[in-house]
């Protein structure tokens, strides 16, 4: 048995951002996760708002139309201003963090226009400084690099498609490079690979005399994981061009990165992650949560905590589960799951792309982030909820998902720290120091 | 106009037609096979993966039951590669007519059906999933039958004895003259361009589309009635036995292992059209249900696809035409000869029958042909073996994983769940000639594993795009195809881990690719996949 101030349960984006917050706030923090969660999937641009359905070149705008518009919508609960509140914070955690100088780019004042794996120019708000050089909006000529041995980028595929692009000329390359000469290497195993300056110096010795004058570099977004900063500006350097990053397939190795970086500085706080964790419910007294009910492997176990940030994602990541006679539960604390339909309508409609009656369910909150009932009425005062499980939302269609986790999980954090300050008692204790 | 000659043309590129553009073929005859889209697409890549022992029918068709037993066994002999020797277990309910075991033991006696009743305990022992309610269980030689390596083995053996396999080439027309089918006009689904082909014979293999390539001859008053039957895939081999309701056919009363999943099916109910078949959320239900009876804990297991297929149900007026329950029409087939019944000669039409009969069936429409034709040429495919069978050997789960461990390191995986790698995926784009993702996946089964596609599908266009010299905007469409495809058979069924695994494809293709926002792309149709040249054979 433990007690903490808070624990978050959940380890992607917008539970590690919320812990971040409370344990650099003061507050004793444990984040219980079943896995990664999906930073090790995402390319982690910080996508604010890609499509409102159309293409949103200016996301702040956007963002105060959207939640005009659709007053479910979970941005309602940070508006535009909350959301480049929590991206300032987000860029300041790199700062001093375990990559530095490893730092992100952009504002949620404009989206850039970054190439995707196959082609497409996406709407990104903030990225990695090693993507930002693929902003082609003003159109460019570009150079798409990838290695036969990384199955999960292909960059003639990708040129072909970018190349149809307004003002873009593309071409593809793929090189004979490996790690270890291997014929089938992940994004990881190339990323660990161009850590290294020799290998660096073997994929800028095939690109020598092949780069035209006007040429910018992509690659696969694997150039290093220990010092990606050192590794991309080592190839700016030496190949005299910009170089940008392009995200591949997961493993997602700018993911691991914020991964990194913010478990780092919860650890600088006092916080703790503990990873194969699940969370199968939770000791209430009256409206309060008091204590999370946790098994590992075959043993339970139970941690108390004063609040609680649930922060476990949506279908994609086992926060929430529908059964097969379609009654959808949230696994960790067994929250109300809102928008699924009635076991005999339709969830799903029969075209890929249409518009599917399930795609916003998740739980429901009200204004501070509790979670609700079908009534309106909180379900429990001192639990918080953040990220991909509030409902509302088809972040995957919209291209909002770490925006929106980011901004909920910041404001999450800043909930929890107000309030605690409001009611200092003994729960409180260790708080604010 | 281009035109061909032949001696038989075939229409229908499922089990049947293979199975008559073979038999000819090893007669010598001069053959070409067409069929509207890709081989084995209509009913037979729609089926429940079932080489049926006969036990099935043996209480109320014993004629059927009969061509079973006889064909179950050579199918064995000629195409074991194609077949995986699991066994068949019928098992009683108390809930079933009590008196349907003993006329299940007498009606295998009667039909010639090796059977043996063994003890419950140890059915349980053998199967330790099925429902431990059952009275009674016997064994027979059930097998498991994969279609695609069936039709493909059949075709390219046909085309070993020289005929050709025209793939999208779909008939538009029959040509007549003096009360005889003398060819007919194809169109080529993908470039739309129309041909002619002259031929002495012609047989119709089209399965439920029968109907309309016959009225193509003026020929009326016959009429096919879909019948829809659904099967769910579910991500585990849950028997290694094929698990049969012991009792009159009825719904969702079989559970077939094929590979590494197995196949809960399936139901009867009319369609109104063919080609408009899909699975409602009722039907998934009706099906869950009836299997967690056979095998509870079933709904637990994650269900990875969904597909329907139709049953042709053949009304004939001339033959009375009465209105019948489709399963409770004979699963026997007949060859409906045009010559006597409508007075039109060189066209002959295949009725009914199930794919464990295929080779009866093409044996009984081509001795008709030779009949009418005057010749006398005996059919040998029961002792000659096609293509990729001559080992000798049944298909063994596993056998892609031993081939694959043999070369782990030198090659690139492209389908984790299939095991496919990317020389082979090559190859077969290759060989196949075809830009189309859609075909390679029923080659291959690429896309078809618990990740239903999620990784492979960008791998397999991106490698696509270089083999096929494809444009950007063809991959493009191929690839939108491919997921609309998917999606089809999967939308149905999503809950627990297929949910789960759903929503993860939709971030890698909505969220991380953006594929919603490709520039121009065709609209899926496949005409727009073949601006350019096919990739040379
Ligand atoms: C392949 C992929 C590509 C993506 N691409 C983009 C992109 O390009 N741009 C973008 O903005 N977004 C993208 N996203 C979406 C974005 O990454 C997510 O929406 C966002 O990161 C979700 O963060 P989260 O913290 O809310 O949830 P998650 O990251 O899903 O984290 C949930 C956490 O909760 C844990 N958990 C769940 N249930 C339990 C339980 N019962 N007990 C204990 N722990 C539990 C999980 O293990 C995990 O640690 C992508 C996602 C994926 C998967
Ligand atoms: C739900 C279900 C489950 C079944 N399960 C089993 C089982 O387990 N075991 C078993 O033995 N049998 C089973 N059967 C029966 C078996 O699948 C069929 O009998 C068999 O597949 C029929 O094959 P076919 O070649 O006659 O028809 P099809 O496979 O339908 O072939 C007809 C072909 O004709 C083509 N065509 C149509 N119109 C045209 C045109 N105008 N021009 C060119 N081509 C055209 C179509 O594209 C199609 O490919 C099942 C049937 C159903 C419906």
């Known amino acids: ?433 | 106009m281009a035109r061909l000659r032949a001696e038989v043309l075939v229409i229908g590129g499922g089990a049947t037609g293979a199975g008559v553009a073979w038999d000819a073929a090893l007669r010598g005859f001069d053959v070409v096979l067409v069929d509207r889209a890709d081989l084995a697409i209509g009913t037979s890549g729609r089926f429940h993966g079932l080489l049926h022992s006969g036990g099935r029918y043996v209480v109320k068709d014993v004629v059927a039951a009969r061509e079973c037993v006889a064909e179950n066994a050579i199918l064995r002999r000629v195409i074991p590669q194609c077949i995986e020797d699991t066994g068949g277990l019928f098992v009683t309910f108390e809930d079933n007519d009590p008196g349907y075991g003993d006329r299940f033991l007498a009606g295998c006696h009667t039909a010639g059906l090796p059977v043996e009743e063994i003890p419950v305990a140890e059915a349980l022992r053998m199967e330790p999933v099925v429902n431990p309610a059952i009275q009674r269980a016997f064994i027979v030689p059930d097998a498991a039958i994969d279609v695609w390596k069936t039709v493909w083995s059949l075709a390219d053996g046909a085309v070993a004895h020289g005929a050709r396999v025209l793939t999208y080439h779909k008939v538009i027309g029959l040509h007549t003259e003096h009360d005889a089918v003398t060819g007919a006009r194809l169109r080529n689904e993908l470039t739309g361009e129309e041909l002619d082909i002259d031929a002495g014979f012609t047989i119709n293999a089209s399965g439920a589309w029968a109907a309309q390539i016959v009225r193509m001859a003026g020929i009326e008053g016959i009429g096919v009635i879909p019948g829809k039957g659904i099967m769910i895939g579910m991500n585990h081999r849950l028997v290694n036995t094929v698990l049969n309701r012991c009792a009159m056919p009825a719904d969702g009363d079989i559970l077939v292992p094929i590979r590494t999943i197995s196949a809960i099916g399936t139901t009867d109910i009319r369609a109104a059209d063919a080609d408009e078949i899909p699975v409602t959320q009722a039907e998934v239900d009706q099906m869950l249900a009836e299997g967690e009876r056979l095998v509870p804990g079933l709904r637990r297991a994650r269900a990875l696809r969904v597909w329907s297929g139709v049953r042709p149900l053949f009304q004939d007026e001339k033959a009375g035409g009465a209105e019948v329950d489709t399963r409770d029409v004979s699963r026997t087939h007949a060859v409906v000869d045009h010559r006597k019944r409508d007075g039109i000669a060189a066209l002959l039409t295949m009725s009914g029958g199930k794919l464990t009969t295929l080779r009866l069936m093409a044996q009984d429409i081509v001795d008709a042909m030779c009949e009418q034709l005057g010749t006398d040429r005996p059919c040998r495919t029961a002792e000659v073996r096609p293509p990729r069978n001559e080992d000798g050997r049944y298909y063994q789960v596993g056998s892609r994983l031993a081939k694959r461990e043999a070369r782990l390191l030198d090659e690139q995986l492209i389908c984790e769940c299939e095991l496919v790698g990317r020389e082979r995926l090559e190859e077969t784009m290759r060989a196949r000639g075809t830009i189309n993702l859609d075909d390679i996946r029923r080659q291959l089964r690429l896309g078809m594993g618990p990740c239903q596609g999620g990784f492979c599908i960008y791998r397999a266009t991106g490698i696509l795009h270089g083999v096929g010299r494809l444009s950007g905007a063809q991959a493009s469409t191929s690839l939108l195809a491919f997921l609309q495809e998917r999606w089809k058979g999967v939308w149905p069924i999503l809950y627990g881990d297929q949910l789960r695994q759903a929503r993860l494809d939709d971030w890698i293709f909505q969220g991380l690719l953006d594929v919603e926002h490709l520039p121009e792309t065709g609209t899926g149709a496949p005409a727009a996949l073949l601006e350019e040249e096919p990739i040379p054979a």
């Open chain 1, 1 to 433: 048995m433990s007690r903490h101030d808070a624990v978050v349960v959940g380890a992607g984006l917008a539970g590690l951002t919320a812990a971040v917050r409370l344990a650099e706030g003061g507050a004793s923090v444990l984040v219980l996760a079943k896995g990664v969660g999906a930073t090790h999937l995402s390319p982690c641009t910080i996508d604010v708002l890609g499509y409102d359905p159309e293409p949103v070149d200016h996301p702040r705008d956007a963002l105060r139309r959207l939640v005009d518009a659709r007053p479910d919508h979970p941005y309602r609960l940070v508006g535009a201003d909350g959301v480049a509140a929590a991206i300032d914070w987000f860029k300041g955690c790199f700062a001093d963090g375990p990559l530095s100088p490893y730092a992100y780019a952009g504002s949620v004042d404009e989206n850039m226009r970054l190439p995707t794996a196959v082609g497409v120019l996406r709407p990104s708000a903030v990225v990695p400084e090693t993507m930002a050089a693929g902003d082609l909006r003003a159109g460019g000529e570009v150079c798409v690099v990838g290695f036969r041995a990384l199955k999960d980028f292909h960059p003639v595929l990708l040129a072909d498609n970018l190349g149809r692009a307004a003002g873009v000329q593309a071409r593809g390359l793929e090189l004979d490079v490996s790690p270890e000469d291997r014929a089938d290497v992940n994004a990881l195993g190339f990323a660990r690979a161009f850590d290294d300056a020799s290998f660096r110096a073997r994929v800028i010795g095939q690109l020598a005399g092949r780069l035209g004058a006007g040429e910018r570099v992509a690659l696969p977004a694997v150039l290093g994981i220990a010092d990606p900063h050192a590794a991309w500006r080592d190839l700016e350097d030496r190949l005299g061009r910009p170089v940008f990053e392009v995200p591949t397939l997961p493993p997602s190795v700018p993911g691991m990165r914020v991964f990194a970086t913010l478990r780092e500085r919860l650890r600088r706080a006092g916080g703790r992650v503990i990873l194969n964790v699940v969370v199968t419910g939770a000791e209430r007294a009256g409206a309060r949560i008091i204590a999370v009910r946790a098994r590992v492997g075959l043993r339970d176990a139970v941690h108390e905590a004063d609040r609680v940030v649930l922060a476990t994602g949506g279908f994609a990541s086992g926060g929430l589960e529908l059964d097969s006679g379609w009654v959808a539960r949230e696994t960790a604390l067994g929250l109300p799951v809102a928008g699924v339909p009635a076991p005999g309508d339709s969830r799903f409609r029969p075209g890929y792309f249409d518009d599917h009656p399930i795609g916003r369910a998740g739980v429901a909150v009200d204004g501070d982030q509790r979670p609700v009932g079908p009534d309106g009425a909180p379900a429990f005062d001192n639990v918080t909820v953040a990220g991909a499980t509030l409902a509302g939302a088809e972040p995957w269609r919209e291209k909002s998902g770490d925006g929106l986790s980011l901004a909920t999980g910041h404001r999450a954090g800043g909930l929890m720290l107000a309030e605690s300050g409001a009611h200092a008692g003994p729960a409180a204790v260790g708080m604010g120091g």
